[in-house]
């Protein structure tokens, strides 16, 4: 089946830094990946679409210019959450889809800012 | 835009028995996917069922079976013979042809010994 990977799994970080997670699609080729966000007891909530090779589109009310998603490849983008702050603490999913196919969740990052 | 109503934050059932996490959405689409995932404390999501708007015939997965009714824009989830290892968090999803995956707010279910 198609995986998807994520790294690292738990971060914790200083306020005012930067993180950045990964997202891999390890036996298939993404032409789109997603990130949510997921707070305790809540649902997921979709902050990001990316193609690979363009710029991403960020869902209303996403700061594109604290959440730096880069789609470098078509198994691999990246989550950096700049200047983080206790309250970007969350549970971070990406998740990878081939054209016209099923969307791959990842396991997840833990961010926790402190 | 689409939305995803679960109107039953929490349920519980007794092992062995059945039960039904209900969901509705809302769309203007005529073809979409609509899911259940389950989302256990290690917080993976697992797809549990998948259908097909165009398709009439309900998805049935094992134990897992749906009642998608889509004129009413309904589609609920049946779990017979309930496991202890059912219990987690189930999130009811749409998606449309070439949209990203959107979710439900969450039924969270415990299994009774």
């Known amino acids: 089946g198609a995986v998807v990977s994520q790294h690292p799994s738990w971060v914790i970080c200083k306020s005012g830094t930067s993180v950045k997670i990964e997202c891999r699609s390890l036996?298939?080729?993404?032409?789109?990946m997603f990130w949510y966000r997921q707070f305790p007891k809540q649902s997921l909530m979709l902050m990001a679409t990316s193609n690979e090779g363009s710029k991403a589109t960020y869902e209303q009310g996403v700061e594109k210019d604290k959440f730096l998603i880069n789609h470098a490849s078509l198994t691999l983008s990246t989550l950096t959450v700049t200047s983080a702050h206790p309250e970007d603490s969350s549970f971070y999913i990406c998740?990878?889809?081939?054209?016209?196919?099923?969307?791959?969740f990842g396991p997840g990052t833990r961010l926790t800012v402190t | 835009a689409q939305t995803v109503t679960q109107s039953q934050p929490e349920m519980s059932v007794q092992e062995a028995e059945t039960v039904t996490l209900s969901c509705t959405y809302d769309t203007s689409e005529s073809d979409y996917y609509l899911f259940w995932y389950k989302q256990p404390p290690s917080r993976q999501m697992i797809l549990v069922i998948r259908?097909?708007?165009?398709?009439?015939q309900n998805a049935t997965e094992n134990r897992f079976s749906v009642n998608f009714q889509k004129a009413a824009k309904s589609f609920s989830l049946k779990i017979s013979d309930s496991q202890l290892g059912d219990a987690a968090m189930y999130f009811c999803?749409?998606?449309?042809?070439?949209?990203?995956?959107?979710f439900g707010p969450g039924t969270s279910l415990s299994v009774i010994p």
């Open positions: 999803a749409y998606r449309s042809l070439q949209g990203p995956v959107i």
């Open positions: 036996d298939f080729q993404a032409t789109t």
């Open positions: 259908q097909e708007a165009y398709k009439q």
């Open positions: 998740s990878a889809r081939r054209e016209y196919y099923e969307q791959y």
